[in-house]
Protein backbone atom coordinates (compact mmCIF):
# COMPACT_ATOMS: atom_id res chain seq x y z
CA UNK A 1 0.00 0.00 0.00
CA UNK A 2 0.88 3.57 -0.43
CA UNK A 3 3.04 5.20 2.65
CA UNK A 4 0.10 7.02 3.27
CA UNK A 5 -2.05 4.40 3.31
CA UNK A 6 0.38 2.20 5.59
CA UNK A 7 0.65 5.37 7.80
CA UNK A 8 -3.47 5.18 8.84
CA UNK A 9 -3.02 1.71 8.81
CA UNK A 10 -1.07 1.92 11.37
CA UNK A 11 -2.72 4.84 13.34
CA UNK A 12 -5.89 2.66 13.09
CA UNK A 13 -4.26 -0.13 14.80
CA UNK A 14 -4.75 -2.74 12.12
CA UNK A 15 -3.83 -3.54 9.04
CA UNK A 16 -5.99 -2.74 6.42
CA UNK A 17 -6.49 -1.11 3.27
CA UNK A 18 -7.83 2.17 1.76
CA UNK A 19 -10.67 3.75 0.35
CA UNK A 20 -11.81 4.05 -2.88
CA UNK A 21 -15.06 6.35 -4.13
CA UNK A 22 -17.53 4.54 -6.44
CA UNK A 23 -20.72 5.83 -8.73
CA UNK A 24 -24.06 5.14 -7.89
CA UNK A 25 -26.32 4.14 -10.04
CA UNK A 26 -29.48 6.31 -11.48
CA UNK A 27 -31.87 3.83 -10.70
CA UNK A 28 -31.73 4.77 -6.72
CA UNK A 29 -35.18 5.82 -4.79
CA UNK A 30 -34.56 7.03 -1.97
CA UNK A 31 -31.90 9.63 -0.53
CA UNK A 32 -30.58 9.34 3.53
CA UNK A 33 -29.18 12.05 4.86
CA UNK A 34 -25.65 11.92 5.89
CA UNK A 35 -26.33 14.09 8.96
CA UNK A 36 -28.88 11.34 9.62
CA UNK A 37 -28.75 10.77 14.01
CA UNK A 38 -26.80 7.70 14.85
CA UNK A 39 -29.68 5.40 15.91
CA UNK A 40 -30.19 2.50 13.77
CA UNK A 41 -33.68 2.99 11.83
CA UNK A 42 -35.94 0.22 10.96
CA UNK A 43 -36.85 -0.38 7.54
CA UNK A 44 -40.11 1.13 7.64
CA UNK A 45 -38.81 4.39 8.93
CA UNK A 46 -39.74 7.69 6.97
CA UNK A 47 -36.38 8.62 5.69
CA UNK A 48 -34.91 12.49 6.56
CA UNK A 49 -34.75 14.95 4.08
CA UNK A 50 -31.53 15.29 2.42
CA UNK A 51 -30.03 18.15 2.26
CA UNK A 52 -28.62 18.87 -1.29
CA UNK A 53 -25.10 17.90 -1.83
CA UNK A 54 -22.27 20.43 -1.84
CA UNK A 55 -19.94 19.07 -4.38
CA UNK A 56 -21.26 21.32 -7.04
CA UNK A 57 -20.51 24.51 -5.12
CA UNK A 58 -16.91 23.14 -3.84
CA UNK A 59 -15.54 20.84 -6.43
CA UNK A 60 -12.27 21.20 -5.39
CA UNK A 61 -12.61 21.09 -1.71
CA UNK A 62 -14.90 18.11 -1.03
CA UNK A 63 -14.42 14.63 -2.16
CA UNK A 64 -18.06 12.78 -2.84
CA UNK A 65 -18.79 9.50 -1.80
CA UNK A 66 -22.13 8.19 -2.90
CA UNK A 67 -23.35 4.69 -2.04
CA UNK A 68 -26.27 2.80 -3.61
CA UNK A 69 -27.43 -0.50 -1.66
CA UNK A 70 -28.59 -3.08 -4.11
CA UNK A 71 -28.23 -5.81 -1.75
CA UNK A 72 -31.81 -6.54 -0.80
CA UNK A 73 -31.95 -5.81 2.39
CA UNK A 74 -31.11 -3.19 4.83
CA UNK A 75 -27.51 -1.90 5.92
CA UNK A 76 -25.58 -0.17 8.35
CA UNK A 77 -23.11 2.12 8.00
CA UNK A 78 -20.24 2.56 10.70
CA UNK A 79 -17.80 5.62 9.86
CA UNK A 80 -14.13 5.69 11.56
CA UNK A 81 -11.74 8.50 10.60
CA UNK A 82 -7.96 8.45 10.82
CA UNK A 83 -6.57 9.96 14.06
CA UNK A 84 -5.23 13.11 13.26
CA UNK A 85 -7.30 13.35 10.01
CA UNK A 86 -10.62 15.44 9.15
CA UNK A 87 -13.66 14.77 10.20
CA UNK A 88 -16.09 14.03 7.30
CA UNK A 89 -18.86 17.22 6.84
CA UNK A 90 -21.74 16.69 9.07
CA UNK A 91 -19.78 13.99 11.27
CA UNK A 92 -22.25 11.29 10.51
CA UNK A 93 -22.95 8.91 12.97
CA UNK A 94 -24.03 5.10 12.79
CA UNK A 95 -27.08 4.77 10.52
CA UNK A 96 -29.03 2.36 8.46
CA UNK A 97 -29.34 2.70 4.24
CA UNK A 98 -31.96 1.26 3.65
CA UNK A 99 -32.14 -1.30 0.23
CA UNK A 100 -33.00 0.03 -2.89
CA UNK A 101 -31.20 3.40 -1.39
CA UNK A 102 -28.49 6.08 -1.72
CA UNK A 103 -26.65 8.24 0.58
CA UNK A 104 -24.22 10.88 -0.19
CA UNK A 105 -21.09 11.87 1.55
CA UNK A 106 -18.70 14.67 1.70
CA UNK A 107 -15.02 15.03 3.10
CA UNK A 108 -13.27 17.82 2.96
CA UNK A 109 -9.29 18.13 2.26
CA UNK A 110 -7.39 16.30 4.87
CA UNK A 111 -9.76 13.11 5.75
CA UNK A 112 -8.92 9.68 5.41
CA UNK A 113 -11.26 7.05 6.57
CA UNK A 114 -13.64 3.86 5.88
CA UNK A 115 -17.07 2.98 5.92
CA UNK A 116 -17.43 -0.17 7.09
CA UNK A 117 -20.91 -1.66 5.68
CA UNK A 118 -22.77 -5.31 6.65
CA UNK A 119 -26.29 -6.63 8.41
CA UNK A 120 -25.00 -4.91 11.49
CA UNK A 121 -22.37 -2.32 13.04
CA UNK A 122 -19.84 -5.18 13.32
CA UNK A 123 -16.42 -3.19 12.89
CA UNK A 124 -15.26 -6.03 11.25
CA UNK A 125 -17.41 -5.84 7.42
CA UNK A 126 -16.47 -5.13 4.38
CA UNK A 127 -15.30 -1.49 3.95
CA UNK A 128 -15.20 1.70 1.70
CA UNK A 129 -11.41 2.89 2.75
CA UNK A 130 -10.47 6.52 1.36
CA UNK A 131 -8.37 9.92 1.50
CA UNK A 132 -8.50 13.13 0.34
CA UNK A 133 -4.98 13.82 1.73
CA UNK A 134 -3.88 14.17 -2.19
CA UNK A 135 -5.85 13.22 -5.00
CA UNK A 136 -8.55 11.31 -4.04
CA UNK A 137 -8.03 7.44 -3.05
CA UNK A 138 -10.15 5.11 -2.97
CA UNK A 139 -10.19 1.06 -2.41
CA UNK A 140 -12.36 -1.48 -0.93
CA UNK A 141 -10.97 -3.79 1.98
CA UNK A 142 -12.03 -6.99 3.26
CA UNK A 143 -9.11 -7.44 5.25
CA UNK A 144 -10.85 -7.16 8.61
CA UNK A 145 -13.45 -9.48 7.29
CA UNK A 146 -16.19 -9.47 4.96
CA UNK A 147 -19.81 -8.67 5.07
CA UNK A 148 -21.21 -7.59 1.64
CA UNK A 149 -19.96 -7.39 -2.02
CA UNK A 150 -18.88 -3.37 -2.62
CA UNK A 151 -17.28 -2.04 -5.67
CA UNK A 152 -16.56 2.04 -6.46
CA UNK A 153 -16.23 3.14 -9.45
CA UNK A 154 -15.39 7.35 -10.51
CA UNK A 155 -15.70 8.78 -14.05
CA UNK A 156 -17.88 5.66 -15.23
CA UNK A 157 -14.84 3.19 -14.72
CA UNK A 158 -15.26 0.54 -11.95
CA UNK A 159 -11.68 1.19 -10.55
CA UNK A 160 -11.94 -1.33 -6.91
CA UNK A 161 -14.14 -3.65 -5.02
CA UNK A 162 -15.81 -6.83 -6.03
CA UNK A 163 -19.30 -7.69 -6.99
CA UNK A 164 -19.19 -11.68 -5.81
CA UNK A 165 -21.15 -12.70 -2.77
CA UNK A 166 -18.43 -14.68 -1.15
CA UNK A 167 -20.84 -15.84 1.38
CA UNK A 168 -22.89 -17.54 -1.85
CA UNK A 169 -19.54 -18.29 -2.94
CA UNK A 170 -17.79 -20.24 -0.50
CA UNK A 171 -17.25 -21.70 2.88
CA UNK A 172 -16.29 -19.15 5.81
CA UNK A 173 -14.33 -20.92 8.42
CA UNK A 174 -14.11 -17.96 10.79
CA UNK A 175 -18.20 -16.50 11.46
CA UNK A 176 -19.27 -14.47 13.75
CA UNK A 177 -23.12 -13.29 13.98
CA UNK A 178 -24.12 -10.82 10.83
CA UNK A 179 -23.18 -13.00 8.95
CA UNK A 180 -19.52 -11.25 9.24
CA UNK A 181 -16.45 -13.62 7.87
CA UNK A 182 -13.52 -12.45 9.91
CA UNK A 183 -10.34 -12.53 7.57
CA UNK A 184 -7.45 -15.37 8.77
CA UNK A 185 -5.23 -13.13 6.37
CA UNK A 186 -5.58 -9.91 8.07
CA UNK A 187 -2.42 -10.27 10.23
CA UNK A 188 -0.91 -12.30 6.56
CA UNK A 189 0.73 -9.17 5.20
CA UNK A 190 1.60 -10.70 2.37
CA UNK A 191 -1.56 -13.16 2.07
CA UNK A 192 -2.23 -15.60 0.29
CA UNK A 193 -6.19 -14.77 1.22
CA UNK A 194 -8.27 -18.05 2.43
CA UNK A 195 -9.94 -19.80 -0.98
CA UNK A 196 -13.34 -17.98 1.14
CA UNK A 197 -11.66 -14.47 -0.18
CA UNK A 198 -9.78 -15.64 -2.77
CA UNK A 199 -12.03 -14.92 -6.01
CA UNK A 200 -11.72 -11.38 -4.89
CA UNK A 201 -7.74 -11.17 -4.31
CA UNK A 202 -6.80 -8.27 -6.28
CA UNK A 203 -9.97 -6.59 -7.00
CA UNK A 204 -10.39 -5.91 -3.24
CA UNK A 205 -8.28 -6.14 -0.50
CA UNK A 206 -8.04 -9.91 0.60
CA UNK A 207 -4.77 -8.97 2.82
CA UNK A 208 -2.75 -5.77 3.99
CA UNK A 209 -0.74 -5.66 0.92
CA UNK A 210 -3.12 -6.81 -1.97
CA UNK A 211 -2.41 -3.35 -3.26
CA UNK A 212 -3.89 -4.35 -6.79
CA UNK A 213 -7.25 -3.18 -5.47
CA UNK A 214 -5.85 0.18 -4.80
CA UNK A 215 -7.10 3.29 -6.43
CA UNK A 216 -5.40 6.16 -5.64
CA UNK A 217 -4.53 9.50 -7.68
CA UNK A 218 -8.32 9.53 -9.22
CA UNK A 219 -8.56 12.11 -11.33
CA UNK A 220 -12.25 12.96 -10.31
CA UNK A 221 -12.90 13.46 -6.53
CA UNK A 222 -16.38 12.05 -7.25
CA UNK A 223 -17.24 8.57 -6.25
CA UNK A 224 -19.90 6.48 -6.56
CA UNK A 225 -20.11 3.09 -4.53
CA UNK A 226 -22.48 0.21 -4.86
CA UNK A 227 -23.31 -2.76 -2.29
CA UNK A 228 -24.46 -5.85 -3.98
CA UNK A 229 -24.20 -8.57 -7.05
CA UNK A 230 -25.91 -6.28 -9.52
CA UNK A 231 -22.79 -4.29 -9.05
CA UNK A 232 -20.35 -3.79 -11.91
CA UNK A 233 -17.13 -5.50 -11.59
CA UNK A 234 -13.46 -4.29 -12.09
CA UNK A 235 -11.87 -5.50 -14.90
CA UNK A 236 -9.12 -6.80 -12.75
CA UNK A 237 -12.22 -9.23 -10.48
CA UNK A 238 -13.10 -10.76 -13.72
CA UNK A 239 -9.19 -11.60 -15.26
CA UNK A 240 -8.16 -13.17 -11.87
CA UNK A 241 -7.82 -17.10 -12.23
CA UNK A 242 -8.06 -17.09 -8.53
CA UNK A 243 -8.94 -20.90 -8.16
CA UNK A 244 -6.25 -22.40 -9.85
CA UNK A 245 -4.09 -22.03 -6.80
CA UNK A 246 -6.73 -21.50 -4.09
CA UNK A 247 -5.29 -24.23 -1.47
CA UNK A 248 -5.49 -22.08 1.72
CA UNK A 249 -8.42 -23.03 4.34
CA UNK A 250 -7.15 -21.24 7.07
C1 LIG B 1 -10.79 22.85 -9.58
O1 LIG B 1 -11.80 22.34 -10.43
C2 LIG B 1 -11.78 22.94 -11.71
C3 LIG B 1 -12.99 22.43 -12.46
O2 LIG B 1 -13.08 21.03 -12.36
C4 LIG B 1 -10.45 22.62 -12.40
O3 LIG B 1 -10.41 23.24 -13.68
C5 LIG B 1 -9.32 23.14 -11.54
O4 LIG B 1 -8.10 22.75 -12.13
C6 LIG B 1 -9.42 22.58 -10.15
N1 LIG B 1 -8.38 23.19 -9.31
C7 LIG B 1 -7.61 22.47 -8.51
C8 LIG B 1 -6.63 23.23 -7.68
O5 LIG B 1 -7.69 21.27 -8.42
C1 LIG C 1 -12.73 -8.54 14.72
O1 LIG C 1 -11.72 -9.37 14.26
C2 LIG C 1 -10.69 -9.58 15.21
C3 LIG C 1 -9.58 -10.38 14.55
O2 LIG C 1 -10.12 -11.44 13.81
C4 LIG C 1 -11.26 -10.28 16.44
O3 LIG C 1 -10.26 -10.44 17.40
C5 LIG C 1 -12.38 -9.42 17.00
O4 LIG C 1 -12.99 -10.09 18.07
C6 LIG C 1 -13.41 -9.13 15.94
N1 LIG C 1 -14.41 -8.21 16.45
C7 LIG C 1 -15.69 -8.47 16.32
C8 LIG C 1 -16.61 -7.41 16.84
O5 LIG C 1 -16.13 -9.46 15.77
C1 LIG D 1 -17.08 -19.37 -6.91
O1 LIG D 1 -17.09 -18.61 -8.09
C2 LIG D 1 -16.20 -19.08 -9.09
C3 LIG D 1 -16.21 -18.10 -10.22
O2 LIG D 1 -17.49 -17.73 -10.56
C4 LIG D 1 -16.61 -20.48 -9.51
O3 LIG D 1 -15.71 -20.97 -10.48
C5 LIG D 1 -16.59 -21.36 -8.31
O4 LIG D 1 -17.05 -22.63 -8.66
C6 LIG D 1 -17.45 -20.80 -7.19
N1 LIG D 1 -17.25 -21.58 -6.01
C7 LIG D 1 -18.28 -21.98 -5.27
C8 LIG D 1 -17.95 -22.77 -4.05
O5 LIG D 1 -19.43 -21.72 -5.56
C1 LIG E 1 -1.35 1.70 -5.34
O1 LIG E 1 -1.74 2.82 -6.13
C2 LIG E 1 -0.73 3.77 -6.34
C3 LIG E 1 -1.27 4.88 -7.18
O2 LIG E 1 -1.82 4.40 -8.35
C4 LIG E 1 0.45 3.16 -7.03
O3 LIG E 1 1.49 4.11 -7.12
C5 LIG E 1 0.95 1.97 -6.25
O4 LIG E 1 1.98 1.34 -6.95
C6 LIG E 1 -0.16 1.00 -6.01
N1 LIG E 1 0.33 -0.11 -5.23
C7 LIG E 1 0.59 -1.29 -5.79
C8 LIG E 1 1.17 -2.30 -4.89
O5 LIG E 1 0.33 -1.55 -6.94
C1 LIG F 1 -0.11 -20.99 -9.31
O1 LIG F 1 1.08 -21.29 -8.60
C2 LIG F 1 2.18 -21.58 -9.45
C3 LIG F 1 3.33 -22.02 -8.57
O2 LIG F 1 3.52 -21.11 -7.51
C4 LIG F 1 2.51 -20.33 -10.26
O3 LIG F 1 3.58 -20.60 -11.13
C5 LIG F 1 1.29 -19.93 -11.08
O4 LIG F 1 1.55 -18.73 -11.75
C6 LIG F 1 0.07 -19.75 -10.19
N1 LIG F 1 -1.09 -19.52 -11.00
C7 LIG F 1 -1.94 -18.52 -10.73
C8 LIG F 1 -3.10 -18.39 -11.66
O5 LIG F 1 -1.81 -17.75 -9.81
Avoid at 64 to 75: A, E, F, K, R, S
Avoid at 152 to 171: A, K, P, R, Y
Amino acid sequence: MKTSHFVLALLLGAARAYVQPCIPMSTTATLVSSTAPGRILPSSTVLLHTPQPQASTAPNATMTIDIVNLHGTDLSLLFVVGAGYSTPIGDPQPTVLPLSSTTRYLYPTGWAGQITIGPNLNSNGSKIEGSFTGPPDIDVSYVDGYTVPITCSSEGVIVTGCNIDLFMNGTCTNEVEGPVCLNPARFRRYGPPTCFFAPCEAAAYTYPEDNLANMSVLKSNLVSCCIGTLCKAPARQLSTPWWINCTYSK
